[in-house]
C-alpha cells in the first residue's frame, strides 16, 4: 500500500485544528477524543521521529540496557532494564505518572511493579491516559537521577 505524504499531512493539519478548536471548549466529554485524536496524531508524527533506542541511546547516564513500550495508552507503560540489573516499570494513568524500581537484579517485571516507587507525580487531568515517549524519558532521567540506589 502506497502512502501519499501530502494527504496525510493535510489530514494531520486538519485534525491539529479541530484538536485546539474542541480543547479551547473545554467540555468533559470531549476528553477521550482528544486523547485519541493526540495519540492518533502522535504516532503518524512518529514516522519522523527517532527510534526509542536512538533516543535512549544518546544518554549515557541512564544506564538502560533496553526499553520496551508495552502499552500505548489507558495506561502508557514501558518495561526498562538497567545495566545495573534492576528492573523499572513506568505507568501513566489517569493523568499521574509512576515510576518504580526493582528491590534488586531480575528480569522479571513484576519485581519493579512491586517495587520501590522512586517517583509519582500528578501531571494531566484526570482523563489522560496517553504520553508520549519523550515526555517519559524527562521524567524517568529526573527519577533515576534523584534515586539513590541505582
Same mark, same amino acid.
Given at each position: =500500500?502506497k502512502? %501519499?505524504?501530502?494527504?496525510? =499531512?493535510?489530514?494531520?493539519?486538519?485534525?491539529?485544528?479541530?484538536?485546539?478548536?474542541?480543547? #479551547?471548549?473545554?467540555?468533559?466529554? #470531549?476528553?477521550?477524543?482528544?486523547?485519541?485524536?493526540?495519540?492518533? /496524531?502522535?504516532?503518524?508524527?512518529?514516522?519522523?521521529?527517532?527510534? /526509542? $533506542? *536512538?533516543?535512549?541511546d544518546? %544518554?549515557? %547516564?541512564?544506564?538502560? &540496557? +533496553?526499553? $520496551?513500550?508495552?502499552?500505548?495508552?489507558?495506561?502508557? &507503560?514501558w518495561?526498562?532494564? !538497567?545495566?545495573?540489573?534492576? =528492573?523499572?516499570?513506568?505507568? +501513566?494513568?489517569?493523568?499521574?505518572?509512576?515510576?518504580?524500581?526493582?528491590?534488586?537484579?531480575?528480569?522479571?517485571?513484576?519485581?519493579?511493579?512491586?517495587? *520501590?516507587?522512586?517517583?509519582?507525580?500528578?501531571?494531566?487531568?484526570?482523563? %489522560?491516559?496517553? /504520553?508520549?515517549? #519523550?515526555? =517519559?524519558?524527562? +521524567?524517568?532521567?529526573?527519577? !533515576?537521577?534523584?534515586?539513590?540506589?541505582?
Open positions: =500500500m502512502i %501519499d505524504f501530502f494527504v496525510i =499531512m493535510k489530514r494531520f493539519i486538519k485534525l491539529r485544528r479541530e484538536c485546539k478548536e474542541l480543547e #479551547n471548549e473545554k467540555h468533559v466529554w #470531549n476528553r477521550s477524543f482528544i486523547d485519541g485524536v493526540k495519540f492518533a /496524531l502522535d504516532y503518524i508524527e512518529g514516522i519522523e521521529k527517532k527510534s /526509542l $533506542k *536512538e533516543i535512549y544518546s %544518554d549515557s %547516564d541512564l544506564e538502560i &540496557q +533496553y526499553i $520496551k513500550r508495552t502499552c500505548e495508552c489507558c495506561p502508557s &507503560q518495561e526498562i532494564k !538497567l545495566t545495573n540489573g534492576k =528492573m523499572v516499570y513506568v505507568r +501513566y494513568r489517569w493523568g499521574k505518572l509512576s515510576i518504580r524500581i526493582s528491590h534488586g537484579e531480575t528480569n522479571d517485571i513484576w519485581n519493579a511493579v512491586a517495587g *520501590e516507587v522512586i517517583f509519582e507525580k500528578k501531571i494531566g487531568t484526570e482523563f %489522560d491516559g496517553y /504520553l508520549n515517549d #519523550n515526555v =517519559m524519558k524527562q +521524567y524517568l532521567k529526573l527519577a !533515576l537521577k534523584n534515586y539513590k540506589g541505582v
